[in-house]
């Protein structure tokens, strides 16, 4: 069930520390979670950054040119070297495994009341995950204690970041299929007939081959491409040196709209208006599955092709739920699409399905939100009070 909002009277301080590896994943996930324990749990949060120039791509309004800034009731601090001194926070929690500043955890180690210290990991359904989340890492050393915090898709997970009211707000903007939104990228209103797909990827050998296969089809297709890795490929296949945000392009029966690199918010509402959602990484991902579409997941490729198992576990768990020749129908092209080869051929058999896809999205995000792992949010604060509780009262300070 999705989660109601309410604020707590605890005067903890959280800080969130993200070092941004490459793309917009680890820190698009640090600022919504950061934002939302702000803003639904009036929890006093400082998000340490170490891009600036990323975080603003998610969020405009931030100047990248100050140190401290407020943004949207969050502290963002640039996460400098060396790194300055400063108390640490009651709970702490580096992003995917960062490595903390060594004079920070040498605060954290200072401390009477030992902070909470977590690792917010990387989402995976394998199953693997379930075992592993909420487990404790003493460092002797330092007479402190990570705990490992994993997201994920089920009740023995921490859950996936989701707002309170998303859903709703979600099906208000479909309602009005989404005119203020056309309106202010200066775009027509897509055909009601038209299959609307968003196309947001890494690089991949199946986008013009899938481009063709779509300009060739049978099908009016509108292909939404926000700024992004997939552009000079789909640029390169309209035989273009370079376009403008904002242009549209038709071949035959596909329509391509380059649409602006979008804040977060905005992001969510373009999945909510298109029938079929291409996403990649971990942040993007999730958005697909509360927009209750059809999606198809580009994984971040790793190294020893671990990625694989990882797209296997997840697509056991989606499909779960599907009849046998819909989940292979479904499997094949993810496969392909993650592979780089195949792709339109596959596209066709996934077309003849896609109605009973829509309903399996819907059922999946229904699910998620009801039965699945909970609020993320929601489950960290939980956590961190059970946590607290277990500390030994004469070792809780006054700030526990």
């Given at each position: 069930?999705?989660?109601?909002?309410?604020?707590?009277?605890?005067?903890q301080?959280?800080?969130?520390?993200?070092?941004?590896?490459?793309?917009?994943?680890?820190?698009?996930?640090?600022?919504?979670?950061?934002?939302?324990?702000?803003?639904?749990?009036?929890?006093?949060?400082?998000?340490?950054v170490?891009?600036?120039?990323s975080?603003?791509?998610?969020?405009?309004?931030?100047?990248?040119?100050?140190?401290?800034?407020?943004?949207?009731?969050?502290?963002?601090?640039?996460?400098?070297?060396?790194?300055?001194?400063?108390?640490?926070?009651?709970?702490?929690?580096?992003?995917?495994?960062c490595?903390?500043?060594q004079?920070?955890?040498?605060?954290?180690a200072?401390?009477?009341?030992?902070?909470?210290?977590?690792?917010?990991e990387?989402?995976?359904?394998?199953s693997?995950?379930?075992?592993?989340h909420g487990?404790?890492?003493?460092?002797?050393?330092?007479?402190?204690?990570?705990?490992?915090?994993?997201?994920?898709?089920?009740?023995?997970?921490?859950?996936?970041l989701?707002?309170?009211?998303?859903?709703?707000?979600?099906?208000?903007?479909?309602?009005?299929?989404?005119t203020?939104f056309?309106?202010?990228?200066?775009?027509?209103?897509?055909q009601?007939?038209?299959?609307?797909?968003?196309l947001?990827?890494?690089e991949?050998?199946?986008?013009?081959?899938?481009?063709?296969?779509?300009?060739?089809?049978?099908?009016?297709?509108i292909?939404?491409?926000?700024?992004?890795?997939?552009?000079?490929?789909?640029?390169?296949?309209l035989?273009?040196p370079?376009?403008?945000?904002g242009?549209?392009?038709?071949?035959?029966?596909?329509?391509?709209?380059?649409?602006?690199?979008m804040?977060?918010?905005?992001?969510?509402?373009?999945?909510?208006?298109?029938?079929?959602?291409?996403?990649?990484?971990?942040?993007?991902f999730?958005?697909?599955?509360?927009?209750?579409?059809?999606?198809?997941?580009?994984?971040?490729?790793?190294?020893?092709?671990?990625?694989?198992?990882?797209?296997?576990?997840f697509?056991?768990?989606?499909?779960?739920?599907?009849?046998?020749?819909?989940?292979e129908?479904v499997?094949?092209?993810?496969?392909?699409?993650?592979?780089?080869t195949?792709?339109?051929?596959?596209?066709?058999?996934?077309t003849?399905?896609?109605?009973?896809?829509?309903?399996?999205?819907?059922?999946?995000?229904?699910?998620?939100?009801?039965?699945g792992?909970?609020?993320l949010?929601?489950?960290?604060i939980?956590?961190v009070?059970?946590?607290?509780d277990?500390?030994?009262?004469?070792?809780?300070?006054?700030t526990?």
């Open positions: 069930m999705q989660h109601k909002p309410h604020t707590t009277q605890s005067t301080r959280w800080d969130i520390f993200c070092n941004v590896v490459d793309n917009y994943g680890d820190i698009g996930v640090c600022w919504r979670l950061a934002r939302q324990l702000a803003t639904e749990f009036d929890i006093t949060v400082r998000l340490w170490d891009d600036l120039h975080f603003a791509r998610l969020h405009p309004a931030a100047n990248i040119a100050l140190d401290a800034q407020h943004c949207l009731g969050v502290e963002i601090h640039r996460w400098l070297a060396p790194f300055p001194t400063v108390d640490s926070a009651d709970v702490v929690i580096d992003g995917f495994g490595l903390l500043p004079t920070y955890l040498a605060t954290m200072q401390r009477f009341a030992k902070p909470v210290w977590l690792n917010l990387y989402l995976s359904a394998e693997w995950v379930n075992g592993c487990l404790p890492s003493p460092r002797p050393e330092l007479n402190l204690t990570r705990h490992f915090f994993f997201p994920g898709f089920t009740p023995a997970t921490g859950g996936l989701l707002e309170a009211g998303l859903l709703e707000h979600r099906d208000a903007l479909r309602t009005h299929h989404g203020a056309w309106s202010s990228l200066s775009m027509p209103q897509p009601t007939d038209a299959l609307k797909i968003s947001f990827c890494y991949n050998n199946n986008i013009p081959h899938l481009l063709s296969c779509w300009a060739e089809g049978e099908r009016q297709i292909c939404m491409v926000p700024e992004g890795r997939a552009l000079p490929q789909v640029l390169g296949w035989k273009l370079a376009a403008v945000v242009e549209i392009f038709q071949r035959g029966n596909l329509e391509i709209r380059l649409l602006p690199f804040a977060q918010q905005r992001y969510d509402e373009l999945l909510w208006l298109c029938d079929v959602n291409f996403v990649r990484g971990e942040d993007s999730v958005r697909a599955g509360w927009a209750a579409r059809p999606m198809v997941w580009h994984i971040y490729p790793q190294d020893a092709m671990a990625h694989r198992e990882k797209l296997a576990a697509l056991a768990l989606y499909t779960a739920e599907l009849d046998a020749e819909d989940a129908i499997r094949r092209f993810w496969q392909a699409w993650n592979s780089g195949g792709a339109n051929a596959a596209w066709p058999g996934f003849q399905v896609l109605q009973r896809l829509e309903i399996h999205a819907r059922q999946w995000c229904t699910h998620l939100s009801h039965h792992g909970g609020s949010a929601a489950n960290l939980a956590f009070q059970r946590t607290v277990d500390t030994p009262p004469n070792l809780r300070g006054p526990a």
